[in-house]
């Protein structure tokens, strides 16, 4: 019997986990099999099979609807038997596990977080759902084409999210971050593509001249939000004092730049947003 790759797409009932997996499935199973030049069929013997298993459906089968912790953690349990039962390359599996605990019977081998909407249809969900800490792939847009693609390609290459090397030349970035927005995403880019990875750090600057309303951890979500989709791993987050100068002596081996970006750009502002939040 094979033992499948577990694919786990998680995240809040009607995040667009199950719309997510119909496509990753047809995805993988399109790009994962070899044609054969002469025929243009897949060849038999080199199929790739992939499975997918649905919570709910999972759930109506066995008649348990038991939403406790227990029920939550038993159901867990049943998806991993079950997909280690498929006997299958892959084996892809959505449901919201919402527990730490969950996500750590199941030992996902890869993890795709659907963070597309802030509460669910289900408020007992909402109250117990702990957002997960470690993920391959994290979606904040319910785009499933898009994002079954994207994810596709990695799964197919066996391609993992880059890790921050803390060795390697990195591009420094400071703000207050109030909050973050698209003009300092264009200018992370500019910034990202001339080492492969940037530190972002956040000024402590929460109430500092009557202003800057958000929480250190409202600013790092903010962020993270933005880049996680695409730039997972090729930055880090250090929080940092209220600095307002920066020197150095001479050779010191750095160099510091102003970016200039087109009015399109440079018009937004962070003022303005808070402004329009009712925020100073």
Same mark, same amino acid.
């Given at each position: 019997?094979?033992? =499948?790759?577990?694919?786990?797409?998680?995240?809040? =009932?009607g995040s667009g986990k199950t719309y997510?997996?119909?496509?990753?499935?047809?995805?993988?199973?399109a790009h994962m099999n070899p044609i054969n030049e002469?025929?243009?069929? =897949?060849?038999?013997?080199?199929?790739?099979?992939?499975?997918?298993?649905?919570?709910?459906?999972? &759930?109506?089968?066995?008649?348990?609807?038991?939403?406790?912790?227990?029920?939550?953690i038993r159901q867990s349990q049943r998806?991993?038997?079950?997909?280690?039962?498929?006997?299958?390359?892959?084996?892809?599996?959505?449901?919201?596990? =919402?527990?730490?605990?969950? &996500?750590?019977?199941?030992?996902?081998?890869?993890?795709?977080?659907?963070?597309?909407?802030?509460?669910?249809?289900?408020?007992?969900?909402?109250?117990v759902f702990v957002p997960p800490d470690q993920y391959d792939f994290r979606i904040t847009e319910q785009n499933g084409e898009k994002w079954a693609e994207f994810i596709g390609?990695?799964?197919?290459?066996?391609?993992?999210r880059p890790v921050f090397d803390w060795q390697?030349?990195?591009?420094?970035?400071?703000?207050?971050?109030?909050?973050?927005?698209e003009g300092h995403r264009a200018l992370f880019e500019r910034l990202i593509a001339r080492t492969g990875q940037v530190v972002i750090q956040i000024r402590d600057v929460q109430g500092w001249q009557g202003s800057n309303p958000f929480?250190?951890?409202?600013?790092?979500?903010?962020?993270? &939000?933005?880049?996680?989709?695409?730039?997972?791993?090729q930055y880090e987050i250090q929080v940092v004092p209220n600095i307002v100068h920066i020197g150095w002596g001479r050779g010191v081996g750095y160099s510091a730049s102003e970016e200039t970006f087109d009015e399109s750009i440079?018009?937004?502002?962070?003022? &303005?947003?808070?402004?329009?939040?009712?925020?100073?």
């Open positions: 019997m094979k033992q =499948p790759k577990r694919i786990l797409i998680m995240g809040l =009932p997510l997996a119909e496509r990753l499935k047809r995805y993988l199973e002469h025929s243009l069929r =897949p060849i038999a013997d080199a199929q790739v099979t992939v499975a997918w298993l649905n919570a709910d459906e999972v &759930r109506r089968h066995y008649n348990d609807w038991d939403f406790s912790t227990e029920g939550r998806m991993r038997d079950l997909a280690d039962e498929a006997n299958t390359d892959y084996c892809i599996v959505d449901f919201v596990a =919402p527990l730490v605990e969950m &996500r750590n019977n199941f030992k996902a081998d890869w993890t795709i977080w659907i963070d597309t909407i802030d509460r669910g249809r289900f408020e007992d969900t909402n109250r390609q990695h799964i197919v290459d066996n391609q993992r390697k030349e990195t591009v420094q970035m400071l703000g207050r971050w109030q909050p973050w927005h929480a250190i951890d409202q600013v790092k979500g903010f962020i993270r &939000r933005d880049l996680d989709p695409i730039y997972q791993g440079t018009s937004i502002s962070a003022t &303005r947003i808070r402004q329009d939040l009712g925020l100073k």
